[in-house]
């Protein structure tokens, strides 16, 4: 069965710093596209941050760079989202998905999808 489970949200203060994981099983992730999006109270979901294995390119959303941060460990079947420097406008659910195969747009096309870890900056 194909899964993607995250982990890691939480409450934390502005200027705080969380780790979320996403862990894949079913399928191996080392030849998939990688991304986490995030959801706010009343908005649409969002691309943050996208890894594409074809070139090994990331992308980030403007709103993050320099703060967040993706990475894979292709041992553990598992992709991370370092936040640091975290504000009360980064409040959201945060979901990871994964795609076979290369599109134009590095968040289109997600093939699988977690049900998301909710992440609240708050102080």
């Known amino acids: 069965q194909v899964q993607l489970v995250e982990s890691g949200g939480g409450l934390v203060q502005p200027g705080g710093s969380l780790r979320l994981s996403c862990a894949a099983s079913?399928?191996?992730?080392?030849?998939?596209?990688l991304a986490w999006f995030r959801q706010a109270p009343g908005k649409e979901r969002k691309g943050v941050s996208c890894?594409?294995?074809?070139?090994?390119?990331?992308y980030y959303a403007d709103d993050v760079k320099g703060r967040f941060t993706i990475s894979k460990d292709n041992a553990e079947n598992t992709v991370y989202l370092q936040m640091n420097s975290l504000k009360p406008e980064d409040t959201a659910v945060y979901f990871c998905?994964?795609?076979?195969?290369?599109?134009?747009?590095?968040?289109?096309?997600?093939?699988?999808w977690g049900k998301g870890t909710l992440v609240t900056v708050s102080g």
């Open positions: 890894y594409s294995p074809r070139d090994g390119s990331i």
């Open positions: 079913g399928f191996t992730l080392d030849v998939y596209a």
């Open positions: 998905a994964a795609r076979l195969g290369w599109k134009w747009n590095c968040y289109h096309g997600m093939d699988y």
